[in-house]
């Protein structure tokens, strides 16, 4: 089945220690997407990819970057996570039409110690 | 700048029986999408329904339903005949003129055995 797929499910970090997190895609989609969410909040849009134009939120801290080598994967690095940084982070992609259904993945769980 | 607004951070409803979730958002665009994703406990967010605002039919997709009021700028769902498997987090979504989805609060949806 195509999907979203998410690595690792669960990522545990130290104060300060960089991380990164992996989303990959068989849905051969132009479009991904990297949502930030804690707890029963609504996603927050860090940044996106169309195609290989990078597209960074305004309010997205410095300290995430983004990486895209090809179509299928795209990488969430934080390079030095802060307590506020622990949540859910959301891989998402889409084909732009008239609309844009986002299909996501199951996330990666951040903790940081 | 557009918004989403779910006034109900919670609801819940008995196992067979019939709840609406409520939307309401505001923009000066007249032509645009509405969607309604559903986030099950530690499942991935997945498309609900999606409504377009040039057409004047309600959305069906099987027991879940939309009342799309354009004039009032309201977009509620209703869930017939709820099941278990229903019980989620409810987000509404707002696909602005980039194609960005602006996300609503979201509801809990507890069903009652």
């Known amino acids: 089945d195509a999907m979203v797929i998410q690595n690792p499910r669960y990522q545990v970090t130290q104060f300060g220690k960089p991380v990164t997190l992996s989303c990959s895609q068989t849905l051969n989609h132009n479009v991904m997407y990297w949502y930030q969410q804690k707890s029963s909040q609504a996603p927050k849009l860090l940044f996106h990819?169309?195609?290989?134009?990078?597209?960074n939120e305004a309010d997205t801290p410095d300290n995430f970057q983004s990486r895209r080598p090809n179509t299928s994967f795209c990488f969430l690095d934080i390079r030095s996570p802060g307590l506020g940084d622990a949540a859910m982070y959301l891989c998402a992609t889409s084909r732009v039409s008239s609309y844009n259904e986002q299909f996501f993945g199951p996330g990666t769980r951040l903790t940081v110690l | 700048a557009q918004t989403v607004t779910q006034s109900q951070p919670e609801m819940s409803v008995q196992e067979a029986e019939t709840v609406t979730l409520s939307c309401t958002y505001d923009?000066?665009?007249?032509?645009?999408?509405l969607f309604w994703y559903k986030q099950p406990p530690s499942r991935q967010m997945i498309l609900v329904i999606r409504?377009?605002?040039?057409k004047q039919q309600n959305a069906t997709e099987n027991r879940f339903s939309v009342n799309f009021q354009k004039a009032a700028k309201s977009f509620s769902l209703k869930i017939s005949d709820s099941q278990l498997g229903d019980a989620a987090m409810y987000f509404c979504a707002y696909q602005d003129s980039n194609y960005q989805l602006i996300w609503g609060a979201g509801t809990k949806l507890i069903i009652k055995p």
């Open positions: 990819y169309y195609d290989k134009d990078f597209n």
């Open positions: 923009t000066s665009e007249s032509d645009y999408y």
């Open positions: 409504q377009e605002a040039y």
